[in-house]
């Protein structure tokens, strides 16, 4: 493949993008910040100091905060709610989803629906043949990639409808860093 984004869902979101089979740079050597994108204009507040990033939403971090929000703002049911003796992660948000827990439910559609926005919009910019999804975040499944799948085929231009594939990473979580960091080296 040549064309591919690829996005990490961890406590925060990286992302790399590749055209013709060439990262991305920039003037700069920090091109492509997607976990940087706008998605909630005037949302919460990120690390980066900006208001409304993807990576404030749709990383394991942003996840625990949508819990955080949602058991606040409503009285609903939960086993999220007997969690008091440390703050929610995004862990517990996929256990509670499993059991079926309503709100843990409705937080993975929330964050797939963002998140599959999102990246319709990125297919917009570099008409990628597939965005390869890594980090702690996807393995939750079918419960994040559906919504992000559902989102991303709702929203994407029709030129690119069905023809982007969303994919898991099948690297192991111990082995991106140092492959990644390899593949730059033998570039250079």
Known sequence: ????????????????IVINGQLVY???????????????????????????CLEAYC???????????????SKEPSLLRAITDRPIESKDVYDAAVKGDKIALEIFEFTGKLLGEALADFV?????????LFGGLTKS?????????EALDNTVLRIWKGK???LVSELKDSDAAVLGASALGWEA
């Open 26 to 52: 920039g003037h700069d050597g920090f091109a492509g910040e997607l976990g940087h994108v706008i998605v909630e204009r005037n949302g919460r507040l990120c690390g980066c100091g900006r208001k409304g």
């Open 164 to 166: 982007v594939k969303v």
């Open 59 to 73: 990383s394991a971090t942003g996840v625990a905060r949508t819990a955080k929000e949602r058991l606040e703002q």
């Open 141 to 149: 499944g079918e419960y994040i990639m559906k919504p992000v799948r």
């Open 124 to 132: 917009a910019f570099s008409a990628p043949e597939a965005i390869i």
């Open 1 to 16: 493949m040549k064309n591919f984004i690829e996005i990490t869902l961890g406590t925060g979101v990286g992302s790399g």
